[in-house]
T-cell receptor, first 113, second 110 residues
Framework: EADIYQTPRYLVIGTGKKITLECSQT?????MYWYQQDPGMELHLIHY???????EKGDLSSESTVSRIRTEHFPLTLESARPSHTSQYLC????????????FGPGTRLTVT | QKEVEQNSGPLSVPEGAIASLNCTYS??????FFWYRQYSGKSPELIMS????GDKEDGRFTAQLNKASQYVSLLIRDSQPSDSATYLC??????????FGKGTMLLVSP
């Protein structure tokens, strides 16, 4: 079954650590996205990609970086985690040529202590 | 700036009733519209897409789009307690990104 995966699902880490949140999809979608969402709050787009070697910053300024070396893989990296990075990070994907419906992964809940 | 307006709620309805959720958007160039359901602590799940004026029905869900008035609505018939969630409205306007509303919380009481 085609799907979108995120690992880890939960992460508690200390300040200053480097972390990478993984996102993979098996749907063959060209476009992928990272959102940040605090509990009870709205979604904020932080990064997106139209395809391999394409990355763009989203509406919300973020200290994270992303890469897109393979179509199915879109990892997000924080070089030095801070408590302000505590949030839920959601990965999504959509196909090219469609009407832009996005499908979300289960999310990673990050806590920086 | 593209905006989506939704009443934050909560919208409370009794089990079996029709829940009506509304959304207005600012970008007249918007082409496609979506409703997502998000349970607390979970990720959004796409439940309806609509691209043309009028109604689109899928099971207990009906999406309604009126481009002239710039609103889209979601009707949930025979509401169940399991429908209790936050419903996010989203639209795109020809680009690959979506603009999401802040969501309306729906509470269905048994």
């Amino acid at each position: 079954e085609a799907d979108i995966y995120q690992t880890p699902r939960y992460l508690v880490i200390g300040t200053g650590k480097k972390i990478t949140l993984e996102c993979s999809q098996t749907m063959g979608h060209d476009k992928m996205y990272w959102y940040q969402q605090d509990p009870g709050m709205e979604l904020h787009l932080i990064h997106y990609s139209y395809g391999v070697n394409s990355t763009e910053k989203g509406d919300l300024s973020s200290e994270s970086t992303v890469s897109r070396i393979r179509t199915e893989h879109f990892p997000l990296t924080l070089e030095s985690a801070r408590p302000s990075h505590t949030s839920q990070y959601l990965c999504a994907s959509s196909r090219s040529g469609g009407l832009y419906e996005q499908y979300f992964g289960p999310g990673t809940r990050l806590t920086v202590t | 700036q593209k905006e989506v307006e939704q009443n934050s709620g909560p919208l409370s309805v009794p089990e079996g009733a029709i829940a009506s959720l509304n959304c207005t958007y600012s970008d007249r160039g918007s082409q496609s519209f979506f409703w997502y359901r998000q349970y607390s602590g979970k990720s959004p799940e796409l439940i309806m897409s609509i691209y043309s004026n009028g109604d689109k029905e899928d099971g207990r869900f009906t999406a309604q789009l009126n481009k002239a008035s710039q609103y889209v609505s979601l009707l949930i018939r025979d509401s169940q307690p399991s429908d209790s969630a936050t419903y996010l409205c989203a639209f795109n306007s020809g680009y690959s990104t979506l603009t999401f509303g802040k969501g309306t919380m729906l509470l269905v009481s048994p």
